[in-house]
Protein backbone atom coordinates (compact mmCIF):
# COMPACT_ATOMS: atom_id res chain seq x y z
CA UNK A 1 0.00 0.00 0.00
CA UNK A 2 1.31 3.44 -0.83
CA UNK A 3 1.33 6.12 1.58
CA UNK A 4 -0.27 9.60 0.31
CA UNK A 5 -1.00 13.27 1.93
CA UNK A 6 -3.97 14.74 0.51
CA UNK A 7 -4.56 18.55 0.36
CA UNK A 8 -7.52 20.33 0.07
CA UNK A 9 -8.11 24.16 -0.61
CA UNK A 10 -11.14 26.48 -0.43
CA UNK A 11 -11.18 29.34 -2.06
CA UNK A 12 -13.51 32.65 -1.70
CA UNK A 13 -13.50 32.73 -5.71
CA UNK A 14 -16.72 32.45 -7.06
CA UNK A 15 -15.79 29.37 -9.56
CA UNK A 16 -14.65 27.22 -6.17
CA UNK A 17 -18.10 27.91 -4.10
CA UNK A 18 -19.43 24.36 -4.56
CA UNK A 19 -15.56 23.04 -4.09
CA UNK A 20 -15.93 22.54 -0.09
CA UNK A 21 -13.84 20.83 2.09
CA UNK A 22 -16.09 18.25 2.22
CA UNK A 23 -16.89 17.67 -1.73
CA UNK A 24 -12.94 17.40 -1.88
CA UNK A 25 -12.12 14.70 0.90
CA UNK A 26 -15.08 12.50 0.15
CA UNK A 27 -13.70 12.65 -3.46
CA UNK A 28 -10.19 11.96 -2.83
CA UNK A 29 -10.52 9.24 0.08
CA UNK A 30 -13.00 7.31 -2.07
CA UNK A 31 -9.96 7.38 -4.68
CA UNK A 32 -7.96 6.08 -2.10
CA UNK A 33 -9.88 3.29 -1.43
CA UNK A 34 -10.37 2.45 -4.90
CA UNK A 35 -6.59 2.14 -5.66
CA UNK A 36 -4.62 0.78 -2.11
CA UNK A 37 -3.64 4.37 -0.95
CA UNK A 38 -3.62 5.11 3.40
CA UNK A 39 -3.60 8.59 3.84
CA UNK A 40 -1.46 9.28 5.94
CA UNK A 41 -2.04 13.52 6.45
CA UNK A 42 -4.31 15.87 5.40
CA UNK A 43 -2.94 19.52 4.62
CA UNK A 44 -5.92 22.18 4.27
CA UNK A 45 -6.11 25.87 3.25
CA UNK A 46 -8.23 28.73 2.49
CA UNK A 47 -7.28 31.07 0.28
CA UNK A 48 -6.58 32.06 -3.72
CA UNK A 49 -5.17 29.93 -5.85
CA UNK A 50 -2.60 32.50 -7.76
CA UNK A 51 -0.73 32.13 -4.10
CA UNK A 52 1.27 29.43 -2.81
CA UNK A 53 -0.82 29.17 0.60
CA UNK A 54 0.70 28.03 3.87
CA UNK A 55 -0.67 24.27 4.14
CA UNK A 56 0.67 23.46 0.87
CA UNK A 57 4.26 25.22 1.31
CA UNK A 58 4.39 22.79 5.15
CA UNK A 59 3.21 19.80 2.97
CA UNK A 60 6.57 20.74 0.44
CA UNK A 61 8.46 20.41 3.25
CA UNK A 62 7.32 17.08 4.36
CA UNK A 63 7.70 14.66 1.75
CA UNK A 64 10.45 12.54 2.70
CA UNK A 65 9.35 8.91 2.70
CA UNK A 66 5.77 9.84 1.19
CA UNK A 67 4.52 8.03 -2.06
CA UNK A 68 2.78 10.56 -3.47
CA UNK A 69 0.17 13.42 -2.88
CA UNK A 70 -3.78 13.28 -3.82
CA UNK A 71 -5.40 16.44 -4.55
CA UNK A 72 -9.04 16.92 -5.96
CA UNK A 73 -7.83 18.68 -8.88
CA UNK A 74 -5.00 20.48 -10.27
CA UNK A 75 -6.31 23.81 -9.81
CA UNK A 76 -6.71 23.03 -5.67
CA UNK A 77 -2.60 23.11 -5.98
CA UNK A 78 -2.62 26.38 -7.90
CA UNK A 79 -4.15 28.65 -10.80
CA UNK A 80 -0.39 30.46 -11.14
CA UNK A 81 1.23 28.73 -14.26
CA UNK A 82 4.39 30.81 -12.59
CA UNK A 83 3.59 28.45 -9.62
CA UNK A 84 2.79 25.46 -11.38
CA UNK A 85 7.24 25.27 -13.08
CA UNK A 86 7.63 25.33 -9.14
CA UNK A 87 5.45 22.95 -7.75
CA UNK A 88 6.04 20.61 -10.81
CA UNK A 89 9.80 20.61 -9.17
CA UNK A 90 9.41 20.56 -5.91
CA UNK A 91 6.84 17.43 -6.41
CA UNK A 92 8.82 15.42 -9.18
CA UNK A 93 10.04 12.91 -7.08
CA UNK A 94 6.92 11.80 -5.81
CA UNK A 95 3.20 11.09 -7.39
CA UNK A 96 0.43 13.15 -7.78
CA UNK A 97 -2.87 12.06 -8.40
CA UNK A 98 -6.60 13.84 -9.15
CA UNK A 99 -9.69 11.91 -9.25
CA UNK A 100 -9.04 10.79 -12.61
CA UNK A 101 -6.03 9.00 -11.61
CA UNK A 102 -2.01 10.20 -12.09
CA UNK A 103 -1.16 13.65 -13.41
CA UNK A 104 1.46 13.57 -16.25
CA UNK A 105 4.15 16.21 -15.15
CA UNK A 106 6.91 14.67 -17.04
CA UNK A 107 5.90 13.94 -21.17
CA UNK A 108 5.87 16.97 -23.24
CA UNK A 109 2.28 16.21 -24.03
CA UNK A 110 1.43 16.28 -20.36
CA UNK A 111 3.10 19.60 -19.70
CA UNK A 112 1.45 20.91 -22.42
CA UNK A 113 -2.15 19.66 -21.03
CA UNK A 114 -1.16 20.73 -17.40
CA UNK A 115 0.43 24.37 -18.45
CA UNK A 116 -3.07 25.16 -20.96
CA UNK A 117 -5.15 23.66 -17.64
CA UNK A 118 -3.53 26.26 -15.38
CA UNK A 119 -3.39 29.06 -17.74
CA UNK A 120 -7.44 28.38 -18.34
CA UNK A 121 -7.68 28.72 -14.64
CA UNK A 122 -6.05 31.45 -14.33
CA UNK A 123 -8.14 32.89 -17.20
CA UNK A 124 -11.11 32.30 -14.97
CA UNK A 125 -9.88 33.54 -11.67
CA UNK A 126 -8.46 36.70 -13.92
CA UNK A 127 -12.06 36.99 -15.46
CA UNK A 128 -14.28 37.33 -12.39
CA UNK A 129 -11.80 39.68 -10.15
CA UNK A 130 -12.41 41.90 -13.33
CA UNK A 131 -16.11 41.36 -12.87
CA UNK A 132 -16.05 42.60 -9.85
CA UNK A 133 -13.80 45.38 -10.06
CA UNK A 134 -16.14 46.81 -12.79
CA UNK A 135 -19.10 46.23 -10.58
CA UNK A 136 -17.39 48.55 -7.63
CA UNK A 137 -16.43 50.76 -10.20
CA UNK A 138 -19.77 51.22 -11.24
CA UNK A 139 -21.12 51.56 -8.21
CA UNK A 140 -18.90 54.34 -7.32
CA UNK A 141 -19.34 56.32 -10.45
CA UNK A 142 -23.32 55.94 -9.42
CA UNK A 143 -23.09 56.38 -6.09
CA UNK A 144 -19.85 58.28 -6.00
CA UNK A 145 -17.44 58.42 -3.48
CA UNK A 146 -18.12 59.19 0.41
CA UNK A 147 -16.84 62.47 1.64
CA UNK A 148 -13.59 62.92 2.67
CA UNK A 149 -12.29 59.44 1.46
CA UNK A 150 -10.24 58.84 -1.22
CA UNK A 151 -11.13 55.89 -3.17
CA UNK A 152 -8.21 53.66 -3.44
CA UNK A 153 -7.85 50.96 -6.19
CA UNK A 154 -4.87 48.64 -4.08
CA UNK A 155 -1.34 49.60 -3.39
CA UNK A 156 2.03 47.33 -3.98
CA UNK A 157 2.76 45.08 -0.85
CA UNK A 158 5.53 45.75 1.56
CA UNK A 159 7.59 43.35 3.25
CA UNK A 160 8.42 43.21 6.59
CA UNK A 161 11.69 42.83 8.54
CA UNK A 162 10.21 39.76 10.01
CA UNK A 163 8.35 38.12 7.08
CA UNK A 164 11.67 38.21 5.32
CA UNK A 165 12.97 36.77 8.28
CA UNK A 166 11.16 34.05 8.21
CA UNK A 167 10.99 33.24 4.93
CA UNK A 168 15.03 33.61 3.68
CA UNK A 169 15.50 30.62 6.83
CA UNK A 170 13.77 27.85 4.12
CA UNK A 171 16.05 25.26 2.72
CA UNK A 172 13.91 25.86 -0.70
CA UNK A 173 14.83 29.39 -1.10
CA UNK A 174 17.72 29.23 -3.59
CA UNK A 175 16.89 31.92 -5.96
CA UNK A 176 15.45 35.48 -5.65
CA UNK A 177 12.21 34.66 -7.91
CA UNK A 178 11.74 32.10 -5.52
CA UNK A 179 11.98 34.20 -2.63
CA UNK A 180 9.90 36.95 -4.11
CA UNK A 181 7.30 34.37 -4.67
CA UNK A 182 7.02 33.30 -1.10
CA UNK A 183 7.22 37.29 0.21
CA UNK A 184 3.87 37.69 -2.80
CA UNK A 185 6.00 40.43 -3.92
CA UNK A 186 7.54 41.47 -7.31
CA UNK A 187 11.10 40.92 -7.83
CA UNK A 188 10.77 44.65 -8.36
CA UNK A 189 9.65 45.34 -4.87
CA UNK A 190 12.38 42.52 -2.95
CA UNK A 191 14.90 44.46 -4.51
CA UNK A 192 13.69 47.91 -3.12
CA UNK A 193 13.51 46.19 0.08
CA UNK A 194 17.43 44.86 0.16
CA UNK A 195 18.59 48.13 -0.96
CA UNK A 196 16.94 49.90 1.67
CA UNK A 197 17.81 47.30 4.21
CA UNK A 198 21.29 46.74 3.35
CA UNK A 199 22.20 49.62 0.69
CA UNK A 200 23.15 46.73 -1.69
CA UNK A 201 21.24 43.57 -3.30
CA UNK A 202 22.96 40.48 -1.57
CA UNK A 203 23.46 37.37 -2.75
CA UNK A 204 20.96 34.50 -1.38
CA UNK A 205 23.91 32.76 0.66
CA UNK A 206 24.94 35.93 2.37
CA UNK A 207 21.09 36.47 2.89
CA UNK A 208 21.01 32.94 4.96
CA UNK A 209 24.47 33.01 6.25
CA UNK A 210 23.44 36.73 8.20
CA UNK A 211 20.26 35.14 9.74
CA UNK A 212 22.44 32.01 10.27
CA UNK A 213 24.44 34.56 12.88
CA UNK A 214 21.90 36.01 13.86
CA UNK A 215 20.01 33.10 15.11
CA UNK A 216 23.10 31.33 16.74
CA UNK A 217 23.86 34.85 18.64
CA UNK A 218 20.36 34.73 20.11
CA UNK A 219 21.12 31.02 21.85
CA UNK A 220 24.05 32.46 23.04
Known sequence: MKHFFAYYRVSTEKQDKNLTYEVQQDSVKNYAENNNIEIIKEFKDQGSGKHINDQLLLMLTQLDGINGILVYDQSRLT???????????RLKKVEVHNNYGPVDWETPEGILTSGIQTETDQYHRLKTSQRTKDAYKKNIKMDGPKPGKK??????????????????KKDFITNKKVLAMYLEVSRKTLYEYLKNRYNTIPSISFLKAQQNDIHNSNKL
Do not use: Y
Open 79 to 89: RNPTHLEFLRD
Open 151 to 168: TKWGRPKKISDSKFNSVI
